[in-house]
């Protein structure tokens, strides 16, 4: 079973930095992404950045050389540093897993419950 738990939001003002952490299970598929999606309210869930098995990134462009996307497979841990955060960076936080895409994270099937992030002005 896909277990995913996201921690790490919290309130911040523009400008600063903060990371995000998802936990997860072992996968049996070693060729799988994962990503992390955000969704403001009356927003449609966007997805922020991807990692592939074989550490592949890719990102939305509101967030490149802003946010970056890392695994550390040892720990089985997901992270997404985000520094100069905006206020329209302000969202539910998800992260999520695919086990049978292998970098891009269109449509992952596995989510977490969600951090939530806050950026005042």
């Known amino acids: 079973q896909v277990q995913l738990v996201e921690s790490g939001g919290g309130s911040v003002q523009t400008g600063g930095s903060l990371r995000l952490s998802c936990a997860y299970s072992?996968?049996?598929?070693?060729?799988?992404?994962m990503g992390w999606f955000r969704q403001a309210p009356g927003k449609e869930r966007e997805r922020v950045a991807a990692?592939?098995?074989?550490?592949?990134?890719s990102y939305t462009d509101s967030v490149k050389g802003r946010f970056t996307i890392s695994k550390d497979n040892a720990k089985n841990i997901l992270y997404l540093q985000m520094n100069s955060l905006k206020p329209e960076d302000a969202a539910m936080y998800y992260c999520?897993?695919?086990?049978?895409?292998?970098?891009?994270?269109?449509?992952?099937?596995?989510w977490g419950q969600g951090t939530q992030v806050t950026v005042s002005s």
């Open positions: 072992a996968f049996s598929n070693s060729r799988y992404c």
């Open positions: 990692i592939g098995y074989d550490g592949f990134t």
């Open positions: 999520a897993a695919d086990l049978t895409s292998a970098r891009y994270c269109y449509t992952p099937p596995y």
